[in-house]
Nanobody
Framework: QVQPAESGGGVVQAGDSLTPSCSVS?????????VAWYRQAPGKKREVIGA????????HYADSMRGRFTIYRNYHENRAWLHMTGLNPGDTAIYYC?????????WGQGTQVTVSS
């Protein structure tokens, strides 16, 4: 069973940076896997931030997320990260990663990010 696990959320000040990570327990990423990051703010729908293909490392971002968010992965650590800069209170949300393996998507439980002004 593929089970992503996010970590590295927290409470930060406006203007800070934060880099939550996504790892998979017991299973190694394989070449065709794609890791995507989403977020869901209170009272809002879950929205996509972007994704990275595991093998080629190609990154794709939602238009509204370009510029302050960078997704990257490390083969040896079996882990992906979402680097966020210039955080503002509007970025307060639960941040989720998912792993897309073929036609199946595996979701993590999310990590809370709270940005205070």
């Amino acid at each position: 069973q593929v089970q992503p696990a996010e970590s590295g959320g927290g409470v930060v000040q406006a203007g800070d940076s934060l880099t939550p990570s996504c790892s998979v327990s017991g299973v190694t990423f394989v070449g065709d896997d794609m890791v995507a990051w989403y977020r869901q703010a209170p009272g809002k729908k879950r929205e996509v931030i972007g994704a990275i293909t595991w093998d080629a490392g190609s990154r794709h971002y939602a238009d509204s997320m370009r510029g302050r968010f960078t997704i990257y992965r490390n083969y040896h650590e079996n882990r992906a990260w979402l680097h966020m800069t210039g955080l503002n209170p509007g970025d307060t949300a639960i941040y989720y990663c998912n792993i897309q393996r073929g036609d199946v998507v595996y979701w993590g439980q999310g990590t809370q990010v709270t940005v205070s002004s």
